[in-house]
Nanobody, 124 residues
């Protein structure tokens, strides 16, 4: 089991940057594929980015490709999401999640553990 705590959210102007971090505690962080999801008001939670447990392969939702970068540090049990060129439509609660699934999990039911979320607000 793993416990996840996000940090780094806040208010930023359009075009700005934020870096989200997720600290994991518990066992065997390196055995989890880690993902970031977000949920905007009135919308379903959606996949943003993932980094695979086996080879560190990264994958992104089309809406954030070229703007967001996911990374992990297995020695520090952390996963980060660098967000650049932010847009008002990126406004959401961002969640860190951990999965033991193979492949490239990008749907919320494929992730067993979740953080409490951190708010990101992008003003126009």
């Amino acid at each position: 089991q793993v416990q996840l705590v996000e940090s780094g959210g806040g208010l930023v102007q359009a075009g700005g940057s934020l870096r989200l971090s997720c600290a994991a505690s518990g066992s065997s962080f390196s055995t989890y594929t880690m993902g970031w999801f977000r949920q905007a008001p009135g919308k379903e939670r959606e996949f943003v980015a993932g980094i695979r447990r086996t080879d560190g392969n990264v994958y992104y939702a089309d809406s954030v490709k070229g703007r967001f970068t996911i990374s992990r540090d297995n020695a520090k049990n952390t996963v980060s999401l660098q967000m650049n060129s932010l847009k008002p439509e990126d406004t959401a609660v961002f969640y860190c999640a951990a999965s033991l699934r193979g492949g490239l999990p990008n749907v919320d039911y494929q992730y067993a553990y979740w953080g409490q979320g951190t708010q990101v607000t992008v003003s126009s």
